[in-house]
């Protein structure tokens, strides 16, 4: 009974883990000279985190998502 409630404990702690792994969002922006990185558990606040890196360190402000992917 011990080992079985251990094992169940374990098993629950893993899977709380890996879903809140999957459920986060990278992406990544590039523009002239310049790319940056955004994470977030929300696509659209990864976007804008990696759209705004990437105008940050760009000489002309205008930058495109070119991939974001579950992970991270």
């Known amino acids: 009974m ?3 409630l251990a094992a169940l404990v374990v098993a629950g702690s893993l899977l709380t883990l890996a879903s809140s792994e999957a459920s986060a969002w990278v992406c990544f922006a ?3 000279g310049s790319g940056g ?3 977030s558990y929300d696509i659209i606040d990864a976007k804008l985190f990696a759209l705004r890196r990437c ?3 760009s000489p002309v402000p205008v930058c ?3 991939w ?3 992970g991270g």
């Open 68 to 70: 974001c992917r579950p």
């Open 2 to 4: 011990g080992r079985t």
């Open 37 to 39: 990185y955004g994470r």
């Open 30 to 32: 590039t523009g002239l």
């Open 64 to 66: 495109t998502i070119l």
């Open 55 to 57: 105008e940050r360190n």
